[in-house]
């Protein structure tokens, strides 16, 4: 019989294979076995029609890959906060358990008459699909870090946002964005760890690493209501089923102080088209995650510029945070008050087509991280996650006429509701129609802006420019040398 590993073992373990010296499995372990392989089987093995629709009509390469490492259990949802960020978010998990406790115990009924002495050969494949399952999303997890797409640098309208304006994960991951090459180092270590998993001889390395790394995100993310906490944690519990095959080993070792010769059972098969078909399975996936989708989302990044923020430059020499000197509507002046809810109080020009004013009047917050998109205008992390009356809208410049045309960016309702459920996204239209202002520049610091706005009301804006050097600036500087024409255009 030929020894089929999708991995070779070092020498003892493959001898110890081939003698089949494995022990007799105690009656409690072949009961919690049963439990097990039924839990990590439901968590493990795509159970959605959804899933297996959008893998089978792929029409892309990377549409393909982002079905593979995408699958998340989806059982049942429970409302409310408790349900998006709390306890109840592992609903599923629980429910996953449920069914594993009364299938384990049914299994146990059903061979109490003809009990195995063990379960090795089922056991090394719900190891190894679990290795995969953390190796290929830990490798998609990280390529959002190591092309730095997941957290970018705070834009203006953020850096003026007060800590109050903030959500919590926004807090969090703004921290992250202000040290572009941490972020680097994250994905880096994230798609190293994920790599090793594919292979058994250092699996057992890679499973400690993405377990720190992933127990580390699942908490952090509990802290500041990320939102991904659920998935991190899957990986953390995933990496620790990894190696709870390892602990016997360690306990020996290292508590006992006894020689240690860790065996590791691997299926032994005849047919020779199933080694090929196994093999060349492994090296498919290996190459096909680590090198081809590392270039699909390099590729993303740099040249199709499906970012999260906009990348469309706005007006030339425009970007900055400006006082509104003077407001009117339907010719009428208003004086400044922080308590107006009509009358503009600051506005800012992005380096990119972007324009925010700040008003006293409640906008809806966008709880959701800002998934990069093909088109700016379908670009939210810039308003997720903050509040403070701000109203976004991205806009085209026509040079000729001095027009820009607007587009509103908030959204009318929130991409997902407090139960974490997604509904179906609003166009950027929906809350207000788009709008027409005539904008001048009689000075380098000063643009005004006329027309009306989304209550047909006329308005004219005069606004000042507030040179200012953010604290953040230099640090941004040193840690992304590449991007210096576009930092400049936020240090005025």
């Known amino acids: 019989m030929a020894d089929i590993q999708l991995d070779k073992p070092r020498p003892e373990r493959a001898a110890a294979t081939a003698k089949n010296t494995f022990p007799e499995w105690a009656a409690w372990e072949r009961i919690l076995f049963r439990v097990a392989v039924v839990f990590f089987g439901l968590l493990i093995i795509p159970l959605s029609v959804e899933w297996y629709t959008k893998f089978f009509t792929a029409k892309t390469l990377f549409e393909f890959f982002s079905a593979l490492n995408g699958y998340r259990v989806d059982f049942v949802k429970i409302p409310g906060e408790s349900g998006r960020w709390g306890l109840a978010s592992y609903a599923d998990w629980g429910v996953a358990l449920l069914i594993a406790l009364v299938t384990g115990a049914v299994w146990t ?51 003026e946002a007060t800590i109050g304006e903030y959500t919590a994960y926004k807090i969090y991951w703004q921290s992250v964005g202000v040290v572009i090459w941490y972020e680097v180092f994250l994905g880096f270590i994230e798609v190293f760890a994920g790599a090793l998993m594919f292979f058994r001889a250092t699996s057992v390395l890679g499973a400690v690493i993405n377990l720190g790394v992933l127990y580390n995100i699942a908490h952090a993310n509990h802290a500041y209501d990320g939102g991904v906490h659920v998935y991190s944690a899957y990986f953390s519990l995933l990496s620790a089923f990894v190696l709870a095959h390892e602990v016997p080993y360690v306990w020996k070792l290292l508590i006992r102080e006894e020689n240690v010769n860790p065996v590791e059972y691997v299926p032994a098969y005849n047919a020779k088209w199933l080694t090929h078909g196994l093999f060349g399975l492994k090296y498919a996936i290996v190459i096909g995650f680590i090198f081809v989708y590392g270039w699909l989302r390099y590729d993303m990044h740099y040249n199709q510029l499906r970012l999260k923020e906009p990348k469309t430059p706005g007006l030339a020499n425009a ?30 020009f992005e380096k990119f087509s972007t324009l925010i004013y700040q008003v006293n009047r409640p906008v809806s917050i966008s709880l959701a991280n800002g998934t990069p998109q093909t088109k700016d205008v379908d670009r939210s992390y810039e308003l997720a996650g903050i509040g403070g009356g701000r109203r976004f809208f991205y806009y085209d410049a026509d040079l000729k006429t001095q027009t820009l045309l607007l587009q509103d960016k908030n959204r009318a309702k929130s991409e997902e509701d407090g139960g974490g459920r997604a509904r179906k996204p609003a166009a950027k239209t929906d809350s207000i129609p788009p709008l027409a202002w005539h904008f001048q520049r009689p000075s380098k610091d000063r643009i005004i802006l006329s027309g009306l706005d989304d209550h047909r009301d006329s308005i004219y804006v005069v606004r000042d420019r507030v040179r200012k050097d953010y604290a953040l600036t230099k640090s941004r500087t040193q840690a992304q040398p590449v991007d210096r024409a576009a930092i400049s255009a936020t240090s005025y």
């Open 109 to 159: 009924l059903a061979v109490r008459k003809r009990e195995r002495k063990g379960y090795n050969e089922l056991y090394y494949w719900i190891r190894t699909f679990a290795r995969y399952r953390i190796g290929i999303g830990i490798i998609a997890f990280g390529f959002l870090k190591l092309y730095p797409m997941q957290m970018p640098f705070p834009s203006i309208s953020n850096l």
């Open 319 to 348: 970007a900055g945070f400006y006082h509104v000197t003077e407001f009117k509507i339907n010719n009428r002046t208003l004086p400044y008050s922080p308590l107006d809810t009509v009358r503009w109080q600051n506005v800012v």
